[in-house]
Nanobody, 114 residues
Framework: QVQLVESGGGSVQAGGSLRLSCAASGIFFSLLDMGWYRQAPGKQRELVATIFSGSSTNYADSVKGRFTISRDNAKNTVSLQMNNLKPEDTAVYYC????????WGQGTQVTVSS
C-alpha cells in the first residue's frame, strides 16, 4: 500500500524559511521521479519542484533560486528547503510521483505572512 506522509509546514513571516519532508512507503522510491506540489486556495494544484531518479532537479520559475529539493533513497524521503518565503507561497504542499501520481497524502500547510 502506497503511503505519502508530508510534514514540516508552519507559519512564517515573509523572508523566512521552512523545510518540508515527505516519507514514502510501498513504492520503489529510488526508481521514481518525485516532486513537490502545492495548492493555494481557489487555485489548481501545481508542481513546484522535481527530483529525478538520478537526482537532477527542476523548478518552477516562481520558486527557482529559493527552493531546493533533495532526496534520501536510503530513507525513502524527499525534502524541500524553502528560503526567502513570500506570501504567494502560502499553500498546502504535497509530495508525489511525477507523471503517474499515487493517491495524495494529507499535505502540510505553509502560511507566509507579509
Amino acid at each position: 500500500q502506497v503511503q505519502l506522509v508530508e510534514s514540516g509546514g508552519g507559519s512564517v513571516q515573509a523572508g523566512g524559511s521552512l523545510r518540508l519532508s515527505c516519507a514514502a512507503s510501498g513504492i520503489f522510491f529510488s526508481l521514481l521521479d518525485m516532486g513537490w506540489y502545492r495548492q493555494a486556495p481557489g487555485k489548481q494544484r501545481e508542481l513546484v519542484a522535481t527530483i529525478f531518479s538520478g537526482s537532477s532537479t527542476n523548478y518552477a520559475d516562481s520558486v527557482k533560486g529559493r527552493f531546493t529539493i533533495s532526496r534520501d533513497n536510503a530513507k525513502n524521503t524527499v525534502s524541500l528547503q524553502m528560503n526567502n518565503l513570500k506570501p504567494e507561497d502560502t499553500a498546502v504542499y504535497y509530495c508525489n510521483r511525477v507523471g503517474v501520481r499515487y493517491s495524495w497524502g494529507q499535505g502540510t500547510q505553509v502560511t507566509v505572512s507579509s
